[in-house]
C-alpha cells in the first residue's frame, strides 16, 4: 500500500518536472523577451527543452522590444 503511494508521488513529482521543463519554463522566458511562448513551447518539444532555453538566454530581448 505505501509502496504505491509513493509510486504516485514520484510519478506526480516527474510529470511536473517534465511539464514545467519542456513548457512552463520556455514559455515564462519567451513571454519575458517579448517573445512567442507557443513558438519556443513547440521549439522545445521538438527539438530540445536545454536548446530552447540556451537560445532564448542568447537571444535576449526581441528587437522590437527595445524601441
Do not use: K
Not at 500500500?1 to 514520484?10: K, W
Not at 520556455?26 to 527539438?47: D, N, T
Amino acid at each position: 500500500m505505501i509502496e504505491g503511494f509513493l509510486f504516485l508521488i514520484a510519478g506526480l513529482a516527474a510529470l511536473y518536472i517534465t511539464l514545467w521543463l519542456f513548457i512552463l519554463l520556455p514559455a515564462r522566458m519567451a513571454e519575458a523577451r517579448g517573445r512567442s511562448a507557443i513558438g519556443w513551447v513547440l521549439v522545445s518539444l521538438f527539438f530540445s527543452p536545454l536548446l530552447a532555453v540556451f537560445l532564448l538566454w542568447v537571444l535576449g530581448d526581441a528587437p522590437d522590444r527595445n524601441a
